[in-house]
């Protein structure tokens, strides 16, 4: 079984409109998220983190970490078509830390 | 900003060939691993290492063996490819624990016909 699911498979939104990506984790030995952001053609690039429970905000971009779930979301606010892309959720944690697992992605599509 | 390079960045390969996939990275990471990409199951963990002389195993190792000669380069190698490695094929570099950011390079697709 997946240890990271990702949810929606795929997501449209109007241009400026508001975008919700979920993602969670069934393994308590992986509880640090990153989103990384996939544009066709390229590697993966990240996002940003969020280690504690709570909000992080970065420009449009805010995560949102309930660690007691270990349920993670991405929220992109102002959505514009260049943000378009594959997004991943990837977890983390302390029993191995060189070992990331990957969701399998939510496609976004900005509607202009 | 880390880079990380791989090549080659297409390949064509006959079943039972050997095919290495090479990647460097510039930014003295200690950690580097490889990835593949197949729709429908995201990224997956092939093998990973946290320094020279070191590999370890991820998910999906059965095919694949590993080799990180120096803190800058690490290839993926396919001893007897088969059309079930079709794939693109991704190398990241970090700095290591649960913490890091990991690096991409622009990936290599490999088609064994």
């Known amino acids: 079984q997946q240890k990271v699911q990702q949810s929606p498979e795929s997501l449209s939104v109007p241009e400026g409109g508001m975008a919700s990506l979920n993602c969670t984790s069934s393994?308590?030995?992986?509880?640090y998220f990153w989103w990384y952001r996939q544009h066709s053609g390229e590697g993966p690039k990240a996002l940003m983190?969020?280690?504690?429970?709570g909000d992080k905000k970065e420009g449009r971009f805010t995560a949102h970490l309930n660690k007691a779930s270990l349920h993670v979301s991405l929220h992109i606010r102002d959505s514009q078509p260049s943000d378009s892309a594959l997004y991943f959720c990837?977890?983390?944690?302390?029993?191995?830390?060189?070992?990331?697992?990957f969701g399998k992605g939510t496609h976004l599509h900005v509607l202009p | 900003e880390a880079a990380v390079t791989q090549s080659p960045r297409n390949k064509v390969a006959v079943t039972g060939g050997k095919v290495t996939l090479s990647c460097n990275q510039t930014?003295?990471?200690?950690?580097m691993y490889w990835y593949r990409q197949d729709t429908g199951h995201g990224l997956r963990l092939i093998h990973y290492?946290?320094?020279?002389?070191?590999?370890e195993k991820g998910d999906i190792p059965d095919g694949y063996k590993a080799s990180r000669p120096s803190q800058e380069n690490f290839s993926l190698i396919l001893e007897l490819a088969t059309p079930s490695q079709t794939s693109v094929y991704f190398c990241?570099?970090?700095?290591?624990?649960?913490?890091?950011?990991?690096?991409f390079g622009p990936g290599t697709r490999l088609t064994v016909l």
């Open positions: 983190s969020i280690f504690s429970d």
């Open positions: 393994d308590r030995n992986f509880q």
């Open positions: 990241a570099s970090g700095d290591g624990g649960a913490y890091a950011e990991q690096f």
């Open positions: 930014n003295n990471h200690n950690n």
């Open positions: 990837a977890a983390s944690g302390d029993t191995n830390a060189y070992k990331v697992i």
């Open positions: 290492s946290y320094g020279a002389g070191s590999t």
